[in-house]
């Protein structure tokens, strides 16, 4: 037997004929059948629980006082600060995504460092890090960072965070995501970031962080620390004065496990027969 399904829309046409015989004579016959293929159902099924996710973004700034210039090296010495903890979302649907932070009025709340109070100490300060707050997901993570800026009274953009001209793979600005001893607990081990040229927001490149929690608990947070060690563009220098507005892009997927895969395949399968009876 010759066997042919062609697919067009939500029908299906098979063609098939006795291959035994030379009085042999092809029969064709069409049924409807669901909307989507088994294969669309399992990643539209997908898609939808990726939707229901989030992780929760804040940045951390350490008030370093320094008069670097913005985006270069501005120091590890003063009180670290949460600018609108835990106030913005990033969905795991694979899109980009922008957070802005308003520097004069955000709120602000104490982190780490004797100086640390809730206020913005001086002018200038460091990105120390990127908080990302766990939702609900213990799968597997894949997140991407992007123009990570700086704009200063609306109009003077500072753009110093591209990642254009460096290797695939390369560690710059963020360390790994187990380097901080304040969430390494909380993620599995072996986390990595790098630059990736494959991906980006705007030019050709940005940065790719994939990592897993211990498990899928709201508790779970990454603390992706700039702390300098040998990563160009470490410890980036903010502005707090002239109306700074510090922001960047990100984008993120849960990557299934093969496991989920397999149940979710089982599934569109099942409701594909129930369909059928």
């Known amino acids: 037997m010759i066997d042919c399904d062609l697919r067009r829309g939500n029908r ?23 909307n989507r293929t088994l294969g669309t159902l399992a990643l539209a099924a997908l898609a939808a629980a990726s939707m229901s996710q989030g992780l929760m973004i804040s940045f951390g700034t350490r ?11 501005g120091g590890t010495s003063g009180g670290i600060e949460w600018v609108n903890l835990d106030g913005q979302t990033l969905h795991t649907n694979s899109t980009w995504q922008l957070f802005t932070f308003t520097m004069a009025t955000d709120p602000l709340t104490a982190f780490a460092g004797t100086t640390a109070n809730g206020v913005l100490d001086g002018v200038a300060g460091t990105i120390e890090n990127i908080r990302i707050k766990n939702t609900n997901i213990s799968n597997p993570i894949r997140l991407w960072i992007d123009d990570v800026t700086d704009t200063l ?10 990642f254009e001209g460096y290797a695939d793979g390369q560690e710059v600005m963020f360390q790994e995501p187990n380097f901080s001893g304040s969430t390494a607990s909380h993620l599995v081990a072996g986390g990595t970031a790098k630059v990736d040229n494959s991906v980006s927001h705007s030019g050709n490149a940005s940065y790719r962080l994939d990592y897993q929690y211990v498990d899928g608990t ?9 702390h300098p060690t040998t990563q160009p563009q470490a410890a980036p220098t903010i502005r707090y004065d002239q109306s700074s507005v510090v922001s960047f892009w990100m984008k993120a997927e849960v990557v299934p496990e093969p496991s989920s895969m397999i149940a979710l395949g089982l599934g569109a399968a099942a409701l594909l027969r129930r369909r059928r009876k």
Request: charge should be negative.
């Open 12 to 34: 299906l046409l098979q063609v098939w004929m006795s291959d035994t015989s030379t009085a042999g004579f092809p029969r064709l016959k069409e049924e409807r059948i669901m």
């Open 153 to 162: 009274n609306g109009t003077d953009v500072y753009n110093f965070g591209t």
């Open 218 to 226: 709201a508790a779970r947070w990454l603390r992706l620390t700039t």
């Open 63 to 73: 008030e370093t006082g320094t008069s670097a210039a913005i985006g270069e090296n």
